[in-house]
Nanobody
Framework: FQLQASGGGSVQAGEALRLSCVAP????????IGWYRQAPGKAREKVAC????????KYADSVQGRFTISKDNEKNTVYLQMNSLKPEDTAVYYC????????????????WGQGTQVTVSS
């Protein structure tokens, strides 16, 4: 199965974007959801993750304090609010279901979607 990320765009440094990730029904009750990004020439990086209960959240150091992950189970949607964007945040952003209810797994259960491009100019 696949999750669909959207909401990317081109912004100036310091501005904000909110990404959305729509999942198949019951996915958010079964799997933790992670947001990832991949910049050109770089490895994919997990930037945020939330467990099924919504109370255990992890962020990469590079986005801590600027990005906020949240979810709406009724809408089967996970959000990534990105504030104070920097040029180094430029990447394709993806969301994926983790291999379990918590965020410590490095494996994912969903397949990678097309992602959504975020471009931050200085």
């Amino acid at each position: 199965f696949q999750l669909q990320a959207s909401g990317g765009g081109s912004v100036q440094a310091g501005e904000a974007l909110r990404l959305s990730c729509v999942a198949p029904e019951n996915t958010l009750d079964t799997y933790a959801i992670g947001w990832y990004r991949q910049a050109p020439g770089k490895a994919r990086e997990k930037v945020a993750c939330m467990n099924t209960g919504g109370h255990l959240i992890k962020y990469a150091d590079s986005v801590q304090g600027r990005f906020t992950i949240s979810k709406d189970n009724e809408k089967n949607t996970v959000y990534l609010q990105m504030n104070s964007l920097k040029p180094e945040d430029t990447a394709v952003y993806y969301c994926a279901a983790q291999a379990g209810r918590y965020c410590w797994s490095i494996e994912i259960r969903s397949s990678w979607g097309q992602g959504t491009q975020v471009t931050v100019s200085s």
